[in-house]
């Protein structure tokens, strides 16, 4: 989960942009979360106003993994520290800077999530780099260091999918 000093969307322990990860939009992310429950689970409510691409790099194989909505990831796939994309059709949003947290609602597990909401990241001090309304977006900078830095998911075995 992810929120900016403007409200931005995400994908589960992911998340996306305008037009170059297939049928993804502030509409589709929207519903996400709503049919997910992350709303309300996590937040009361969310109106994006951009999408925020996340792409993590799978080691393994050496492929990159863009999040859309809703896909199951692996923990190989999670590894490392994804890289983040804003995009959006506001320029305004290219001067803003921004507040980026991860959290697991259901932790260790769906079935029985004790230790929700579990912090994954949260960084604050980013700022875009480039321009918001081409391609992928605009990457996200830090230029401090993280409060906390991303922590890998470890679920445990037997655990149903988290969001
Ligand atoms: C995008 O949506 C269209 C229409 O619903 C569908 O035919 C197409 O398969 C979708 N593309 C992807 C990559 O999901
Ligand atoms: C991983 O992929 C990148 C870009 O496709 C390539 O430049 C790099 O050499 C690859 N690294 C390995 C270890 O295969
Ligand atoms: C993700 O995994 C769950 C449980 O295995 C499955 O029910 C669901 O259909 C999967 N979702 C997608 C988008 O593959
Ligand atoms: C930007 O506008 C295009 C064209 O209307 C739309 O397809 C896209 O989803 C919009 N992107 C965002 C982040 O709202
Ligand atoms: C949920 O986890 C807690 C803490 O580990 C445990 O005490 C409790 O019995 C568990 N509940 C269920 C229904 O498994
Ligand atoms: C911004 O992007 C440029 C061009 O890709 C790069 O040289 C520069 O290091 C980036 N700045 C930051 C703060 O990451
Ligand atoms: C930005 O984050 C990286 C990864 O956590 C860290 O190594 C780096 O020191 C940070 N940059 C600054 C300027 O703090």
Not at 32 to 40: D, L
Not at 142 to 162: I, K, M, Q, R
Request: hydrophobic share 40%; proline share 8%; no cysteine.
């Amino acid at each position: 989960m992810i929120t900016s000093s403007f409200v931005v969307s995400l994908f589960g322990i992911g998340l996306a942009l305008g037009q170059t990860v297939p049928n993804v939009t502030v509409a589709t992310v929207s519903q996400a979360f709503m049919s997910s429950g992350i709303v309300p689970d996590v937040l009361s409510s969310f109106n994006p106003t951009a999408i925020l691409n996340v792409v993590f790099l799978d080691q393994a194989t050496n492929s990159s993994v863009d999040v859309t909505p809703g896909m199951n990831l692996t923990m190989e796939q999670t590894l490392m520290e994804p890289q983040f994309f804003l995009s959006a059709n506001d320029t305004s949003l290219d001067q803003q800077t921004y507040v980026l947290v991860i959290v697991d609602p259901d932790a260790p597990t769906p079935q029985n999530a004790t230790e929700a909401q579990f912090r994954h990241m949260l960084a604050g001090d980013l700022h875009v780099n480039g321009s918001t309304s081409s391609g992928l977006g605009a990457p996200l900078t830090n230029t401090s260091a993280a409060l906390t830095e991303f922590v890998n998911p470890t679920p445990p075995a037997g655990s149903d999918p988290h969001r």
